[in-house]
């Protein structure tokens, strides 16, 4: 049962992956376009787009929490990988098991206070205005969700080390 819940939200984890490699290829497309329109006048068309640099920081930013827990399921988070293999198995596991239990706890606070503010610019009726004018909440609603799926991911590791052996994870690591 749990591994078939695991094999499904790494499904989901990778469509999410996949969602911000095309943000990266749609933020691509913006600045080349910007760029162009800038320096090629053609008739009829804006010169430049105003709204690409606010775009394109927008998109880098929703970029990182799409594939951030993608990232940590295959194990391309910072990690340091190099204090655990010196160590005695048993005690290279319980520091991994401490880790995740950090990272877990770490996930469920940041995405409680996430959903506050979330909350607090939707009720104030915050605005972002630049170019663009936007209600502040859409930009931080994606912050509780991927700190979510990023705890879920967190159980989902402490779950396969628990069935591992008792020594320093070989899966989802940087360096093995």
Not at 59 to 84: E, K, M, N, S
Request: aromatic residues 10%; proline residues 6%; glycine residues 6%.
């Amino acid at each position: 049962m749990i591994l078939r819940c695991s094999e499904r939200y790494g499904q989901l984890l990778s469509a999410l992956a996949m969602l911000g490699c095309m943000l990266l290829l749609a933020m691509m497309l913006i600045i080349v376009a910007d760029v162009a329109l800038r320096n090629v006048a053609l008739p009829g068309w804006p010169q430049g787009l105003a709204w690409s640099n606010e775009i394109s920081e927008l998109f880098l930013y929703l970029i990182t929490l799409c594939v951030a827990p993608w990232l940590l399921r295959q194990g391309q988070h910072i990690r340091v990988d190099i204090v655990l293999r010196p160590l005695p198995p048993r005690l290279a596991w319980l520091l991994e098991w401490v880790g995740d239990a950090i990272g877990l706890t770490t996930c469920w606070m940041l995405a409680w206070y996430a959903s506050v503010a979330v909350w607090a610019s939707y009720g104030a009726g915050s605005v972002n205005i630049k170019t663009l004018v936007t209600p502040e909440w859409w930009s931080l609603a994606p912050l509780p969700v991927t700190f979510l799926l990023l705890s879920i991911e967190m159980l989902f590791r402490m779950n396969r080390l628990w069935l591992g052996e008792r020594g320093p994870r070989h899966d989802a690591v940087s360096a093995a």
